[in-house]
């Protein structure tokens, strides 16, 4: 019985990421529901241009939460992602505080009774009034919940993933002026990595593992219908078989899903109703980025597609 709610759970996300035009594979499908259900991060990695970042994007919509998202680069520090003091803030309030200095220390005697006056005064400036909460602080703070997606996390040091063990694991920060924040609702987060670096291991302890690749050429189809509608079905098939022939190269950079969209947007741009030599060639440049592998992949292009066109007969 427990086996069939989950099974419905887990198609009620297949076909709620649909609506937001995101088609899911069932691994996918099945992670969503289970991050949702334990309040685990997914660290969601696999080649650029697999739909990373639009799953995140999808949830989001499918669930109706406002996404924050962090981009991580080298270098990226607590100030950009969980937050900084707002020193304009703090230099305004010096300086009313200074010109204000007679009234606050009233009728102190002594040093130390002034100093007694001015130590409530000195509080004020690391008080959450002075805070500029940035994502990571944001996402904490959403009272509804909201999508946290921290994007490319291996493009960031290695030392930034020691700031995001405490809020992957409990959903709280902690500041040193402020003491512990915690999340009212804990935010669903997903964690996007291209694998240009190995990511430690506390880190992926605190997440689920999902791997995005290139799709299945079925899959892959129901993508592209979903995208770009107008094409058809006898263009669709043609296409993302020519796709996956391109695949079997050895190329600097392999089309992906990104990819697979754009050309089929342009074939429709272009009114073609099937592959020819022709039109692949001028516009092989959409699915390859590297001139060193579009002249790798041009003595293939007759090749590849006939053997698109003889796959979608049998298909």
């Known amino acids: 019985m427990a086996e069939q709610k989950a099974s419905t759970s887990i198609e009620a996300v297949e076909s709620g990421l649909a609506a937001q035009g995101y088609i899911a594979s069932r691994q996918i ?38 996404m924050i998202r962090l981009q991580c680069y080298e270098g990226l ?13 703090q230099l305004l309030y010096t300086q009313i505080l200074k010109d204000k200095l007679g009234e606050v220390l009233g009728g102190a005697q002594t040093l130390h009774a002034a100093l007694e006056q001015l130590h409530d005064f000195g509080d004020v400036f690391f008080s959450k009034e002075f805070v500029e909460p940035r994502p990571l602080l944001q996402a904490l703070e959403q009272p509804g ?7 490319e996390i291996d493009k960031s040091d290695a030392e930034f993933e ?15 002026e402020l003491g512990t924040v915690s999340a009212i609702t804990p935010p669903t987060v997903i ?31 129901r993508i592209v ?11 669709r098939r043609q296409m993302v078989g020519f796709i996956h022939e391109i695949r079997s190269l050895d190329l600097k950079k392999l089309p992906s899903v990104s ?10 741009l272009l009114q073609a109703t099937e592959l020819d030599t022709e039109i692949v060639k001028d516009t092989l440049n959409v699915l390859l980025k590297y ?11 007759t090749t590849f597609i006939a053997k698109a066109a003889r796959s979608n007969v049998f298909g």
């Open 225 to 235: 219908e979903s995208r770009v509608p107008s094409i058809s079905q006898t263009l």
């Open 145 to 151: 919940g909201c999508v946290l997606l921290i994007d």
């Open 259 to 268: 990819e697979t969209i754009d050309w089929a947007r342009v074939l429709v």
């Open 162 to 176: 020691s700031l995001l063990l405490e809020i992957l694991s409990d959903f709280q920060v902690t500041i040193p």
């Open 29 to 66: 499908a099945t992670a969503v529901y289970l991050s949702q259900q334990i309040e685990k991060p997914i660290l969601v990695e696999g080649p650029a241009g697999v739909g990373k970042t639009e799953l995140a994007k999808a949830i989001a919509a499918w669930r109706g939460l406002k």
């Open 291 to 301: 001139e060193a592998d579009i002249e790798a992949a041009h003595p293939q292009i």
């Open 77 to 89: 520090d607590e100030a950009k992602a969980l937050y900084e003091w707002k020193y304009a803030k």
């Open 191 to 221: 964690l996007t990595s291209n694998s240009e670096r190995d990511l430690g291991d506390a880190l992926k302890r605190r997440c689920l593992h999902l791997h995005i690749g290139f799709p299945e050429q079925r899959l892959e189809e």
